[in-house]
């Protein structure tokens, strides 16, 4: 880890300048698909809505997902039908989740005015209660969205690859296995996250490991 963050340079996690519905709609899209479609998905939805969005300027995170500024209205995309959300490339079961996300918001409106005070795990049972939200997405949330210091998405394969290259383990590990690993990293797991994510890139792999 000392010769990753050596590479690498100062970690850059910061919370992202969206409002918590709008963070939640990205979160949302970007379940299982690549960063790039993720990105490409959104700026459709989002230009759909209130027209081309402005750039932001882009920082060492590799989370290109996140690289734009802009809201989407909750009353605007509560109106959106099935054929709005596929011309955007949104698909059917993403197109429920979201449907889902805006019924609980609006059944409890005090959820994202709360967020900023809400610990980590009373915020992660609130969310995984809407159909579609479940665990890597609310990591996701905190992580990149939210910016809490201590996450550690045990389910993502991507984390899983960087722990088990720079743990030399055989096989990926399981959640009881990450979770164990990442234990000297507490309560700075989101830190550590985003080092072996950055891992991962062709530029910072490190050969001797």
Known sequence: MKRLIER???CTLAPKP??????????????????KAADS??????????GPAEPHPVS???T???????SIPLATLATFTEAEYKACGVSGPKQRALRSVIDHVETHP???????TLADEVL???LVAIKGIGPWTVDMFLLFGIARPD???VGDYGLKVAVKTHFNLRKLPDAKKMTKLAKPWEPYRSVASWYLWRSLEPQYRDEKT
């Open 8 to 10: 690498v340079g100062p």
């Open 18 to 35: 969206f409002d918590p519905f709008t963070l939640l709609v990205r979160c949302v899209i970007s379940q299982q698909i690549s960063t």
């Open 41 to 50: 998905i959104f700026n459709r939805l989002a230009a759909a809505i209130a």
């Open 60 to 62: 060492a995170d590799t």
């Open 64 to 70: 290109a997902a996140w690289q734009r500024t802009v």
């Open 110 to 116: 005090d959820l994202l005015p709360n967020i900023p």
């Open 124 to 126: 992660r049972e609130q």
């Open 151 to 153: 996450v550690w998405a």
